[in-house]
């Protein structure tokens, strides 16, 4: 069965960090593409960063909001995909979740990544950016 389950949320002061993590299991989770997308209170899910299954070189994509504060990363060897956020807005605050693609190596759409019929969903994970 696969799991994704994220943690590492909080209340963070504006100008401040915090580090998402997205525990996997269940499946091959270096085969993979996976990604970050985050829901805002009212608001549609909005894609927030993707990340390439492996290899020589693993591509990274950030939605222009977050480029520039926002990393994404992952650690193979510990099934685990991180998103350090760093420099935190107000209007980052969302619930922030894990997301899988369907099969392996496939890569999505910025579009795709928020359809909630394809891949794979964690519990999500809520940031608070508020002085």
């Known amino acids: 069965e696969v799991q994704l389950v994220e943690s590492g949320g909080g209340l963070v002061q504006p100008g401040g960090s915090l580090r998402l993590s997205c525990a996997a299991s269940?499946?091959?989770?270096?085969?993979?593409?996976m990604a970050w997308v985050r829901q805002a209170p009212g608001k549609g899910l909005e894609w927030v960063s993707d990340?390439?299954?492996?290899?020589?070189?693993?591509?990274?994509n950030y939605a222009d909001s977050v480029k520039g504060r926002f990393t994404i990363s992952r650690d193979n060897a510990k099934n685990t995909l991180y998103l350090q956020m760093n420099s935190l807005k107000p209007e980052d605050s969302a619930v922030y979740y894990c997301?899988?693609?369907?099969?392996?190596?496939?890569?999505?759409?910025?579009?795709?990544?928020?359809?909630?019929?394809?891949?794979?969903w964690g519990q999500g994970t809520q940031v608070a950016v508020s002085s």
């Open positions: 990340i390439g299954s492996g290899g020589a070189y693993i591509t990274t």
């Open positions: 269940g499946f091959t989770f270096s085969t993979y593409t």
């Open positions: 997301r899988k693609s369907a099969n392996p190596r496939t890569y999505y759409s910025r579009t795709d990544w928020v359809r909630q019929d394809i891949g794979s």
